[in-house]
């Protein structure tokens, strides 16, 4: 049963990330302190003496480090910046509570990376309206020239191939996480196996000794046995001895 630390926890982590799901003003500043309480609250529950298993610990953990790397994504200027530190993220595996079908901090994710896009694209669409917007306000005979729209096209190829850069180093950024996240999964289970083998391999130790032991111990209690027969045989003897040669001698 969860302690009333981690029961608090839960519902924090669960305000923190209904609240990162929402677009928020540039003067929200709750979700920035919550998530400091959280980790505070972390600390507190690793130290608790009904503290929960390992690996609920370390859930815990990947969730509020997403929190604060979302947090600290949205402070950077440039949404190709934004978009690039958000696929370095690392989402929860798990619900934070049990009505959630996906993961709410993936939910998040997910938007964030959607929302990064957009930005992206309104960029480099506001960029060409300014372009135009420019052309237009210039007289017709310096609009037709050639030069100038020479220099527009290239300046639309040249965005255009920003884009297609920074996508490019996203996907390539993307594919590196992923590749990692494998090879770390595939270290994990085989360490797993490796200390299921162990496991196994003492369990076996430990029945060969006991069995041993057991043997040992019925082998002393025989021993022991027949010493008390033999000595109580050889005082009965005795006595029947000493009771026949002392009438003898009188």
């Given at each position: ?173 993307l594919k590196n996480n992923t590749l990692a996240a494998q090879n770390i999964i595939k270290q994990d289970n ?61």
């Amino acid at each position: 049963m969860a302690s009333r630390l981690e029961i608090n926890f839960i519902r924090l982590l669960s305000r923190c990330e209904s609240m990162a799901s929402e677009k928020r003003g540039e003067t929200e500043w709750r979700l920035e302190k919550y998530v400091a309480a959280l980790e505070e609250m972390l600390v507190a529950l690793r130290k608790s003496q009904s503290k929960p298993t390992q690996e609920v610990l370390t859930e815990y953990t990947r969730k509020v480090d997403f929190l604060k790397g979302l947090l600290e994504a949205e402070k950077l200027l440039s949404p190709t910046e934004k978009a690039l530190a958000n696929q370095f993220l690392a989402p929860g595996r798990t619900p934070t509570i049990a009505n959630e079908r996906m993961p709410a901090s993936k939910t998040v994710h997910l938007q964030t990376k959607a929302r990064c896009t957009g930005e992206m694209r309104d960029e480099l669409l506001g960029t060409l309206d300014g372009d135009l917007r420019n052309r237009r306000g210039l007289p017709v005979d310096e609009r037709q020239s050639a030069a100038e729209l020479d220099a527009i096209l290239q300046r639309h190829h040249d965005l255009q191939e920003k884009l297609a850069e920074d996508m490019l180093n996203l996907a390539r950024n993307l594919k590196n996480n992923t590749l990692a996240a494998q090879n770390i999964i595939k270290q994990d289970n085989q360490t797993l196996t490796q200390s299921m083998r162990q496991a196994d391999l003492n369990y076996e130790k430990l029945k060969t000794e006991s069995e041993r032991l057991e043997q040992h111990t019925k082998k002393s209690v025989n021993w022991l046995l027949w010493l008390m027969l033999i000595l109580v045989s050889f005082t009965f003897i005795s006595m029947i001895l000493f009771i026949r040669i002392v009438p003898r001698l009188r």
